[in-house]
Nanobody, 122 residues
Framework: VQLQASGGGLVQAGGSLSVSCAAS????????MGWFRQTPGKEREFVGS????????SYADSVKGRFTISRDNAKNTVYLQMSSLEPEDTAVYYC????????????????WGQGTLVTVSS
């Protein structure tokens, strides 16, 4: 599966932004999806994940209650809606996929998309 993230940009602290990831290749609903983020000098960290049909989600504690993952299997797209953004949320955001939800949550997805930069100004 090929993944293409988009929608990053500059937003003020306290604001909201949504990024999306379009998939192509195999049937989208075959994959659990996830979002990760990375800042320079730090390891890539898990942000959140969603099961194949959207019935289960999981979030990092740092974003719980502020970020929401959703997916539209008809559009082969997964979304990350971010609200109450903080400067600490500034990062390159990556989408990822795996046939196993646990692999995404565990930070070991099988497929990665290219990143999209989100910058939160104070």
């Amino acid at each position: 599966v090929q993944l293409q993230a988009s929608g990053g940009g500059l937003v003020q602290a306290g604001g909201s932004l949504s990024v999306s990831c379009a998939a192509s290749g195999r049937t989208f609903s075959s994959y659990a999806m996830g979002w990760f983020r990375q800042t320079p000098g730090k390891e890539r960290e898990f942000v959140g994940s969603i099961s194949r049909f959207g019935t289960t989600t999981s979030y990092a504690d740092s974003v719980k209650g502020r970020f929401t993952i959703s997916r539209d299997n008809a559009k082969n797209t997964v979304y990350l809606q971010m609200s109450s953004l903080e400067p600490e949320d500034t990062a390159v955001y990556y989408c990822a996929a795996s046939e196993r939800f646990s692999m995404v949550v565990g930070g070991r997805p099988d497929y990665w998309g290219q990143g999209t930069l989100v910058t939160v100004s104070s």
